[in-house]
Each structure stands twice: as structure tokens, then as C-alpha cells.
């Protein structure tokens, strides 16, 4: 299957592929073993800092490889690639879905290059995910901050320019922003459903995805997904589960071989995704 006939198959049968950060080989592992322990598809992405530490090109060929030796969908998305150079540089490494951030520009940039994106990564059969609203926040630990200081509902996506983007550009996914944010915060977050369900309503043939799965509350993540929602990104979650438990493991062992001292860490990380891979519905989908 490729990528466009998992998410569709999701869309159709009313859940959501996970969407897991690899930032090194011990949390691609961690993914993985949860996919095939669980049978579920998953998509694995890198943000540019992430591929460009693993190697575009050298993320590409394990996952070929690991789609090979596991038996289990995998799409390989480039999360939040900020340049039509970088998206260019995914395309052609051989990764199978690309999201162009162009929130941080103006409109009709943001625009301009995410059209030339889709035109590019069409030619190769890729999808393409865009968004217009910064998601604010960071894949990082957040649990001594307020997440209301920075859930400003006035920057909420407004459906009628989230249609117009899609119409334009012809993106395949849509991200918005509708309360949901990267990091794990002091609280859980609340997403504003209504506005979800009126770009819903806009774009009813674009697969939607969203931002922030680490810190929303487990109720409107299954609500999202009865909305349309067919992608849920998790990382926060999955890093500060990896580093404490690797920083516990460092701190009561003197052993200096990486591959065990990293075992707890990769488990501990593969326990967060097979939770969420149960949250969303995707397991034995495969």
C-alpha cells in the first residue's frame, strides 16, 4: 500500500495513523517493534534537524529496509521541513510524504511555495501536507507552563482560508491549529471541536492531521478522529520518555556499550507508542 491508500483506508474506516518522531535508530527501533507488535500502520517522520542528523538519504533506505523485514505500512514524512529546498531534498531521498511549514510566512508565500511543493512531489507520488496557522509550542517538556499562554483562539485556522489554501496549492493534508500545540504542558489541552468540524466541512476531500498528540486529552483525540482527523503527530512524549529513562539507566550502570544501556529507553518509548497507536484506533489495521 502506499501512502495516500493508508491514509485513505484510515479516513474510510474511522481512525488514525500515528505519526512517531525518529530522531535516532533507538527511537525508529521503538516505533517499529510497536507497529509490528500491534500490526498497525504508522507513519515515521523527521523533522529537518532529525533527517539531516540520521541522513536523508540513510533514513530512506531503513525504512525500505525495515518495511521489508517487519511486513507493516510505513510512510516516511518529512515533519515541518521549513524550505522548498528541504521538501526537494526529502522528495528525492526517497521519503513518501513531505509537510511544508510555511506558517511563519505571509499568506501568499506561504502559498506560492507550497503549490510548488505539491507540483514537485506529485511528479514523484508523494503527498504533501500545509498548514497556515504557526501551532505553537516545541517537541519539548513544557510541564511547569500554562498551555492557555500560549492557545490564543484569536490565531485559530479559519475554515474558509483553509479552504482557499487547499484549493490553491492542492496539498493533501491540512494541519490547523484549533487549540492543539507541541510540548507537554502542566495540563492537559483542549481542542475547539467546532472549528475542526467547520474545516471539516471546507475541505471534506483532504486528509487532515494534527499537531500536539503528546498533551491533548484522550476523549477529544477519539472525538477528532470521529471528525475526520486521520493523522496525529506524537514526539514530546516519546523524547522525555526516552531521555529519563536513559538518563536513570546512564546514572545506576557502568557499563559503556550504548546497545545496553539503551534498552530500557527504546522499551519505554515503544510502550508510549503502542498507547497511542490504541487511542487511535490503528491497531491490527494492517
Known amino acids: ?13 474511522h481512525y488514525a495513523i500515528g505519526a512517531f518522531n525518529a530522531c535516532n535508530i533507538e527511537t525508529l527501533k521503538a516505533i517499529i517493534n510497536a507497529a509490528k507488535k500491534f500490526q498497525s500502520p504508522v507513519l515515521i517522520e523527521a523533522s529537518d534537524g532529525e533527517a539531516n542528523y540520521i541522513g536523508k538519504k540513510e ?15 510505513i510512510i516516511l514524512n518529512l ?3 521549513v524550505s522548498f529546498d528541504s521538501c526537494k531534498e526529502a522528495i528525492e531521498s526517497g521519503f513518501d510524504y513531505v509537510h511544508f511549514d510555511g506558517s511563519k510566512l505571509p499568506f501568499d508565500e506561504n ?10 512531489a506529485h511528479q514523484h507520488n508523494v503527498l504533501v501536507e500545509g ?6 509550542g516545541s517537541s519539548a517538556d513544557h510541564t511547569k507552563e500554562d498551555p492557555k499562554s500560549y492557545q490564543d483562539a484569536s490565531h485559530y485556522t479559519d475554515p474558509e482560508q483553509a479552504k482557499e489554501f487547499v484549493e490553491k496549492t492542492g496539498v493533501d493534508t491540512f494541519a490547523s491549529f484549533v487549540g492543539n500545540l507541541h510540548g507537554l504542558y502542566a ?32 476523549d477529544e483525540v477519539k472525538e477528532a478522529i470521529k471528525t475526520g482527523i486521520t493523522k496525529v503527530n506524537v514526539n514530546s ?31 519505554a518509548t515503544q510502550s508510549v507508542v503502542e498507547k497511542k497507536i490504541e487511542l487511535f484506533g490503528s491497531r491490527n489495521k494492517v
Not at 506560492?112 to 514537485?120: C, D, F, G, P, Y
Not at 475542526?196 to 494534527?210: D, G, V, W, Y
Open 187 to 218: 495540563e492537559e489541552l483542549h481542542l475547539n471541536l467546532d472549528i475542526l468540524k467547520k474545516i471539516r466541512q471546507a475541505i471534506p476531500n483532504t486528509f487532515l492531521s494534527l499537531h500536539g498528540g503528546s498533551g491533548i486529552n484522550d
Open 111 to 120: 502559498l506560492s511555495i507550497a503549490t510548488e511543493v505539491v507540483k514537485l
Open 59 to 73: 533514513l530512506a533506505a531503513l525504512i525500505r529496509i525495515y518495511r521489508q523485514e517487519y511486513g507493516v505500512p
Open 131 to 136: 498548514e497556515i496557522d504557526h501551532i505553537e
Open 79 to 81: 515533519d515541518h521541513g
Open 237 to 267: 512524549e516519546m523524547r522525555v520518555t526516552f531521555k529519563n529513562t536513559l538518563q536513570k539507566t546512564l546514572n545506576e550502570n557502568s557499563d559503556v556499550a550504548f546497545y545496553k544501556l539503551s534498552k530500557e529507553a527504546i522499551e
Open 1 to 13: 500500500m502506499n501512502a495516500r491508500e493508508i491514509l485513505s483506508k484510515a479516513f474510510k474506516e
